[in-house]
């Protein structure tokens, strides 16, 4: 069974930068597709980013591409998203998956 932890959320300043993490065990990770979606109180999940399992393709959300950055790495069993720039509306829980099963989330919060 595939488990995900996520990590490398926290406070962050308007304009402030963080990455986060996600490790996989179990399950043959360079066969997979990853993504991060993001959730903020009261709204709907939505997608942030997705990976291609050999890391070139890649997908952003909307107004999401110019700021994030997801890369991976198979043999690190790690995937990360680089976050730039980020404004009081990106706050929220962040989920690693690949679609069949889910982290557990990691809050971030931009604040002055």
């Known amino acids: 069974q595939v488990h995900l932890v996520e990590s490398g959320g926290g406070l962050v300043q308007p304009g402030g930068s963080v990455r986060l993490s996600c490790v996989v065990s179990g399950g043959s990770i360079d066969i997979n597709a990853m993504g991060w979606y993001r959730q903020a109180p009261g709204k709907e999940r939505e997608m942030v980013a997705t990976?291609?399992?050999?890391?070139?393709?890649?997908n952003y959300g909307d107004s999401m591409e110019n700021r994030f950055i997801i890369s991976r790495d198979n043999a690190k069993r790690t995937v990360w998203l680089q976050m730039n720039d980020l404004q009081p509306e990106d706050t929220a829980v962040y989920y690693c998956?690949?679609?069949?099963?889910w982290g557990q989330g990691t809050q971030v919060t931009v604040s002055s």
């Open positions: 990976i291609g399992p050999g890391g070139k393709l890649t």
């Open positions: 998956t690949n679609w069949l099963s």
